[in-house]
């Protein structure tokens, strides 16, 4: 009976690898983008994505004017490592990678004609969906977002794109990244916002993933009511980090109970313990300041109250390390001074974008510009706390100073073709 049971168990254990390696199988895709491509449909599992705005590019590789497009996987919640093959044995080329809303993973890259490079970094693809019974209670507006459907979609732009193969097979190894905020977190879906959640990404090498549940006009309290944090505790695992930033929001709650030091208190222990119970690592991020300057406009004034030492006490109470987002913003914008400031967040002009008719004016809200210099604190606070994924950061990382900013002039941000101009929820 003992030899039988075992002969059972070792059948069921070789079924199972059979069938695990099937899956994994099944979610892989090696796309030779030299051939001729689909559109992604329910028939299609892979293929050309939001072509009503970018068309099918399956002659990108030759057209003397390629034009961004984004191409699509239909596979499961989890981490997947995607491997490009960047360049065009017909021209010279100039790259932008993004993935899903806006993530940006590499910038600007150049080939020259038959030249060709490979890229290698994981991307978090998930969905609204916990459990059998549970999901994410996401926004009305969130339901359209590339980042809550059930696709892996991949974004090629830049001065002159050109992919020629497209690699992506699930990963489990990765450290992975999870981010819990609000407007100045979430990975934006819409031209000109932007975010330092979905630029972090590009600085991490690809033993690192980026699981970004920041949504607009959250506050801790809303976040964990609507299960976003239900949802990282049924994939955190040992090792990985979870990235707190909230305050913007918090402030302005009027229930009974409300307070920096009650119910906002209380919904970052609540944060702490759950992450601690899945032996990952929680870090707290102050609130970036917004561009108030005082009436000599020279210096940002504290609009957040009692919410950043809140934090701040809570974090010292629990042992929790914290990245001073609220003293480097405070910083970089007084060091770009009253006007320059503005260049770091949604100040456009009228007519800037399509259909725009009014100005822009925006003083909390990130442009990319912005966001891509947020991300770069973010970075130096991990550094500062010597975080161990720090060094997973990628070979051409440079030390950031926010008092000496890049230069806004020097910035190249190819737009997405998805606009809005509707004001993300927040202030």
């Not at 975010?195 to 590009?202: D, E, I, K, L």
């Not at 690809?206 to 959250?218: C, F, K, M, P, W």
């Not at 994939?235 to 402030?251: A, M, P, W």
């Amino acid at each position: 009976m003992f030899r039988a049971a075992y002969a059972m168990r070792a059948l069921f254990l070789v079924c199972l690898a059979a069938l695990t390696s099937s899956l994994a199988h099944a979610q892989s895709f090696d796309i030779d983008l030299a051939e001729p491509q689909p559109v992604i449909s329910e028939g299609n599992r892979y293929g050309y994505d939001l072509v009503s705005l970018s068309g099918v590019a399956d002659a990108q590789l030759k057209s003397k004017q390629p034009k961004p497009f984004y191409f699509s996987f239909s596979v499961p919640d989890g981490n997947y490592r995607v491997t490009l093959t960047l360049g065009s044995k017909y021209r010279a080329s100039e790259t932008t990678v993004r993935a899903e809303s806006r993530r940006l993973y590499f910038e600007n890259v150049t080939t020259r004609k038959k030249e060709l490079k490979t890229l290698t970094f994981i991307v978090n693809k998930r969905s609204p969906r916990i459990d059998e019974k549970n999901s994410i209670k996401i926004k009305p507006r969130e339901k359209d977002y590339v980042n809550w459907d059930n696709r892996l979609t991949l974004e090629f732009t830049g001065k002159a794109p050109a992919v020629t193969r497209i690699e992506v097979e699930p990963d489990t190894t990765a450290t992975t990244l999870y981010l819990c905020g609000n407007s100045t977190v979430v990975d934006q879906e819409y031209e000109p916002w932007s975010s330092w959640g979905q630029m972090v990404t590009r600085w991490f090498n690809d033993r690192v993933s980026i699981a970004n549940y920041a949504e607009s006009g959250l506050t801790a309290t809303s976040f964990l009511a609507q299960n976003r944090f239900d949802k990282i505790l049924s994939t955190l695992r040992k090792g990985d980090y979870v990235f707190c930033e909230f305050g913007h929001n918090d402030q302005k709650e009027r229930a009974p109970g409300s307070g920096a030091y009650y119910n906002f208190a209380f919904a970052l222990k609540r944060l702490i313990d759950g992450v601690r119970s899945k032996g990952a690592t929680v870090v707290f991020i102050t609130p970036t300041q917004r561009r108030a300057f005082d009436k000599e406009n020279r210096h940002i004034l504290e609009t957040h109250g009692d919410y950043p030492d809140a934090m701040r006490e809570v974090a010292r109470r629990e042992q929790v390390p914290v990245i001073e987002l609220h003293d480097m913003t405070r910083t970089f914008f007084e060091t770009l001074g009253f006007e320059d400031s503005k260049r770091a967040l949604v100040h456009y002009p009228a007519g800037t974008f399509p259909g725009q008719v009014n100005e822009f004016a925006d003083n909390t809200h990130f442009n990319p510009y912005g966001a891509y210099e947020v991300a770069k604190m973010v970075v130096m606070g991990m550094k500062s706390l010597s975080l161990p994924v720090v060094n997973e950061l990628r070979d051409d990382w440079k030390d950031y100073d926010p008092a000496q900013p890049d230069d806004f002039n020097a910035f190249y941000w190819p737009n997405s073709l998805l606009y809005e101009l509707k004001k993300p929820d927040g202030n």
